[in-house]
């Protein structure tokens, strides 16, 4: 007599874990001229023997600062045998003041700075760029400002941000924020569409540039 039920339950079951099957299947896989590209002229890494991850970014880019908070929560699950290097990029000659702020904090050893650099361009809209709006927004933060100015101003930190400027030349990079894994693969969330998609898209080429490290293919 319940044999029934039974079944009705049964298919209702089914049909339940048909409908959320979707969430959790495997992400497609990334696809070489839509999600990523082949980087023309792939350059060498400065990750030894971890997967080289670049970051092209700009402080005071609307889509970099947005992008920030879930690249901070993806980088917490990012595999030991990875590295991220952020490159302040230099397309433009009023693109440097900003990419010395990241090279002289970085220098510094005071990239906790980095999310509040991000806060001060695109939320409390000061012109860090401007030195006399740098130099006391600095100072407030707890950082010396005589010592901050003098590597600010630096040859060092002016030869660091050209290099990061010629490496995005090199890569062939036209917008911000753009990733190159390894020196071979590039992505963007203007590729990809979505920013969940994008980090879905990092991952997978992280395993095959891992996989072509070894001389092994990715399995699928």
Known sequence: MFARPLALFAAAVLLLSAAFQP???APDAAFEGHDYAAVK????VATGKKVEVLEFFWYRCPHCFHLEPSL?????KL???AQLRRVPAV????WMPAAKVYYTLEQMGQLRLHDKVFDAYNLDKLNLDDPAVLGPWIAKQGVDRTKFEAIYNSFSTQSKAMQGGQLATAYAITGVPTF???GKYLTAQS????????YEVLDQL???????RSGKKPAK
Do not use: G, N, S, Y
Not at 206 to 212: D, L, T
């Open 23 to 25: 969430a959790f299947a």
């Open 191 to 198: 590729m990809t569409q979505t920013e969940p998609r994008l």
């Open 180 to 182: 190159v894994i390894d």
């Open 72 to 76: 901070t929560a993806w980088l917490k």
């Open 91 to 94: 397309f433009r000659d009023d």
């Open 206 to 212: 992280i395993v095959k540039a891992r996989a072509e």
């Open 79 to 81: 595999p030991k045998d």
């Open 41 to 44: 002229a792939p350059q060498p």
